[in-house]
């Protein structure tokens, strides 16, 4: 399955910047608990592939990607620690060449119509839209579709309850991703009840 189509199955990817171990697999729990399946876990902490891995270990079933990758090494390290897919959030030579040689798939970011030009000559069609809020909104994803029909993607960056909907309505939407779902504050009290609801609530605002 192509990972448009497998990212496509939920309407938002909750995205992690997890801070302690111990709360990986009880917040994942808690997001798969709310209808939330897919998700994914930024290197922007430095356990993130501790919590990769033991996300993975725990919930073998659980879609889980790599996040804020930046470099193609990370690439590997995620895949060695269960990351099925990963997320950049914009592209290089080298990441989007990591992207379509390395063992796991790989959603590039663009922001400006020339990176999607440019990505798209590398082979690539679903995109990640980054950061969307600040870039034009559902707006300028409407602008682009008719320009560059084949091209399908995930906002990230600003989307919240109050836009997920008009974002998934697009044609070239597949899926939108936010942290909205896994605030800190949530976590740090470990009020996983509070993140599972937040979930639920994200389905319900997308529209799907
Ligand atoms: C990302 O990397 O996708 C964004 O940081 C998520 O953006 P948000 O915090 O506005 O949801």
Redesign the pocket.
Known sequence: MSLQKILGQVPLIP?LAIRNPDHAVPLARALAEGGLTILEV?LRTPVALEALRLIREAMPDITLGV??VLQPEDMDRAANAGASFA?S?GFTKRIADAGRYSGIPLLPGVATVSEMMLVRELGYRAL?F??A?PMGGPAALKAIAPVMPDLAFCP????TTANLAEYLALPNVFCA????VAPDALVQAQDWKAISDLARKAIAASGR
């Open positions: 995205v930024t996040g804020t997320v959030p990640k980054f950061p809020g990230t960056g600003g989307v991703g936010g942290s909205w």
